[in-house]
């Protein structure tokens, strides 16, 4: 997209105000998994290693409407220090007096994370006098939070409006981000194929009509599955469906014209249990029961349509993968998306979500061309092919 970065920029004495996201899950005041804060390091290095005096602000949680201490990003300023070997400053609010006087008082090289935004309803709101509040901090305004950066708030859009003028640039997260998920959809190696799981087809209609202009082939899987059977006229038993999109179902299948692949056989089972007895069914799904993965044929079918992609785009996963007897069409998925990069060369992007934490469990993240860090984002991206947040940047 022709972005600068804060590589182009010298942040020598300059205090850069940085959004990242630092969205981790915290239990009993530890963080549990520290990989949002892993991913922000490059950027971060980079702005310290050039005498930098860098302001972090970042969102944790979904607290209502004011401070509360589970939701404090502390533990993540202390998580922090120890990956960079340094000491990270903390202060205990976002805006006012003490957190000016704290920016204030950066020398080169040091780093200050500020108190979880949305302790203040402002941010979300994106109040104008919260964002100016908070572009005052900085000399030099990042955007390296690609996992929000859907999202109009007062960290994403208002201080950048705010600091114009001033050099505003993407880290090198948001970076890699729009490389691979550009390049997916304006520029992708053919095939380009498009996999796209999930419960919900309400949530992935806007996607499915982009992806239908761009991709060759669109494989379909997850309960999503289910409101297409019905649209096909199929009985679908308990699945889960969403019955008022089953006419736009029906248009989709028509205007894709054969590009979009529905299963052709699926697993179900009376309930989603550890332990129940699954079955094996092409067609229609019986009373009584629920379809819960895609089928051996349909991995098969699914398989040999992935070995064919130059560019794959996977977003949503094929089954209720978090149970065992549901979680083997999912991981074949990710299996055959890994092999296709390893053995084909395939530019392989997985959208964030829950497809992520697919190959996160699986171990093959580092064999696959990119995980994305925002689920709904990446799925707005290939929507929208922009984010305003990013487009009023430098």
Not at 47 to 53: C, E, I, S
Not at 115 to 132: I, T
Not at 312 to 330: Q, R
């Amino acid at each position: 997209m022709g972005k600068k970065t804060v590589a182009d920029v010298d942040t020598k004495g300059k205090r850069v105000l940085m959004r990242v996201d630092f969205n981790v899950p915290i239990e009993d005041g530890k963080i549990a998994d520290d990989r949002r804060i892993v991913q922000a390091l490059p950027t971060i290095k980079s702005v310290l290693d050039r005498g930098g005096r860098l302001i972090l602000m970042s969102h944790l949680g979904r607290p209502k409407g004011g401070p509360e201490a589970r939701f404090s990003l502390k533990p993540v300023a202390e998580r922090l220090s120890q990956l960079l070997g340094k000491d990270v400053r903390f202060v205990d609010d976002s805006i006012g007096p003490k957190v000016e006087k704290a920016a204030g008082e950066l020398k080169d090289s040091q780093a200050l994370l500020l108190e979880n935004l949305r302790f203040h309803k402002e941010e979300e709101k994106n109040d104008p006098n919260f964002s100016r509040q908070l572009a005052k901090l900085g000399d030099v305004y990042v955007n390296d939070a690609f996992g929000t950066a859907h999202r109009e708030h007062a960290s994403t859009f208002g201080a950048a409006q705010a600091m114009q003028g001033k050099p505003r640039t993407i880290g090198f997260l948001v970076q890699k981000e729009l490389k691979f998920l550009g390049d997916a959809i304006s520029n992708p190696r053919r095939p380009f194929l498009a996999i796209l799981g999930g419960a919900k087809v309400s949530d992935k209609i806007k996607v499915i009509e982009q992806l239908l202009t761009r991709a060759d082939t669109v494989l379909i899987g997850g309960a999503m599955a289910y409101t297409f059977f019905l649209a096909q006229g199929k009985q679908v038993g308990n699945s889960l469906v969403e019955r008022d999109k089953v006419d736009l179902a029906r248009q989709l299948l028509a205007k894709a014209g054969g590009k979009i692949k529905l299963p052709a056989d699926t697993v179900i089972a009376a309930g989603p249990n550890d332990t129940t007895q699954v079955k094996v069914v092409e067609g229609d799904i019986p009373a009584g029961m629920e379809g819960f993965d895609i089928g051996p044929k349909t991995r098969e079918n699914y398989k040999a349509e992935i070995a064919r992609g130059r560019t794959i785009v996977w977003n949503g996963p094929m089954g209720m993968f978090e149970k065992k007897p549901f979680a083997e069409g999912t991981g074949v998925i990710a299996q055959a998306v890994a092999d296709a990069t390893a053995k084909n060369g395939a530019v392989s992007v997985i959208g964030g979500g829950d497809s992520a934490a697919a190959v996160e469990q699986m171990g093959l993240a580092d064999k696959v061309s990119h995980v994305s860090t925002g689920g709904g984002a990446s799925l707005e991206f290939l929507e929208k092919g922009h984010f305003s947040t990013l487009d009023i940047l430098d």
